[in-house]
């Protein structure tokens, strides 16, 4: 018989794997002349970048996306030594989703073609895996951009018809502004976590206040564990709301931290169920995330 504990623990995570480019320019960029900049590779993606953290730190997940043909083989080897189980579908004409990362100290500016990953189906995670898992991990680039999010909608009814915890980071203040809070709102309406970063609290609530903001979000039944970069972390739970510091760190790459906060959130949330203990424990992760270069662990 399955150990429901083992069960409870396990976290299925779906949604984007991207090829990053991360850039960090030495000097002002200079126009049509060179500028010396420290350019490195990595894998990156907002919903695997928590798949790897989470690896990371000892929990038993399991990854579901899409990559271009020519890169399953290579995605799969990099989750591995992560620790993660990649289920990858190949697509046959799309690349790999590419991601520019041009860090400014504190700053990004991110040039974005989402190649394979537009192509993500919600079907791709199936029963099984569901059947095997205590929560299911989404981010709101699944629906960003798409015309049919109806795989999306039965993936997230699937689980949580199963008892399945649905946590969900919005992704993309950006995007939410640009492509769609309604479709967001109505995709994700029934989550039981949501991580959003202040900016997306604001994109979702129009509100400004952060307190306010946090509220708003958990009207509607959801835990809301809202980050705020250097002022810490907002926890509303059950119209209760209570604040958690940062922890300082000097910041070589902030690219990715909002998903090692949320790979550090869920590894404690879904063992002691403590959302306050909880966002401390991603707010540590966070502060390991943004020494390195990339958006997962070195």
């Not at 949604?15 to 894998?43: A, K, L, M, N, Q």
């Not at 974005?112 to 709101?140: I, M």
């Not at 995330?289 to 662990?297: A, E, H, L």
Request: glycine letters at 10%; charged letters at 20%; proline letters at 4%.
């Amino acid at each position: 018989m399955p150990d429901p504990l083992a069960t409870r623990w396990r976290i299925v995570v779906a949604g984007d794997v991207i090829d990053d480019i991360v850039v960090v320019p030495r000097s002002e960029i200079r126009r049509d002349t060179d500028t010396p900049s420290t350019i490195r590779f990595r894998p990156g993606g907002s919903a695997s970048n928590t798949a790897a953290w989470l690896g990371s730190l000892g929990s038993d997940v399991d990854f579901v996306g899409i990559v271009g043909a020519a890169d399953v083989e290579r995605h799969v080897a990099q989750f591995a030594a992560s620790g993660v189980r990649a289920q990858l579908a190949a697509h046959p004409d799309l690349p790999t989703g590419t991601i520019v990362v041009i860090v400014d100290d504190q700053q990004r500016a991110m040039l974005t073609e989402r190649g394979a990953n537009a192509d993500f189906d919600g079907d791709l995670v199936t029963d099984e895996l569901l059947d095997a898992a205590g929560l299911l991990y989404l981010t709101g680039h699944t629906v960003f951009g798409r015309d049919d999010t109806s795989s999306i909608e039965r993936l997230v009814a699937r689980a949580r018809a199963r008892g399945l915890e649905v946590a969900v980071d919005p992704g993309s203040a950006g995007y939410l502004a640009d492509r769609g809070i309604e479709t967001f709102q109505r995709v994700f309406a029934a989550v039981t976590v949501l991580l959003p970063s202040l900016d997306e609290g604001v994109a979702l609530t129009g509100l400004t206040d952060p307190a306010e903001v946090a509220l708003a979000l958990a009207a509607g039944g959801a835990l809301v564990v809202m980050t705020m970069g250097i002022d810490g972390v907002i926890v509303c739970e059950g119209g209760a709301l209570t604040r958690v510091p940062a922890v300082a760190a000097t910041v070589t790459d902030p690219t990715g931290a909002g998903d090692a906060f949320a790979a550090g959130f869920l590894h404690e949330w879904v063992r002691s169920r403590d959302a306050v203990a909880a966002a401390s424990a991603g707010a540590e992760v966070a502060s390991r995330s943004v020494t390195i270069v990339g958006g997962r662990p070195d």
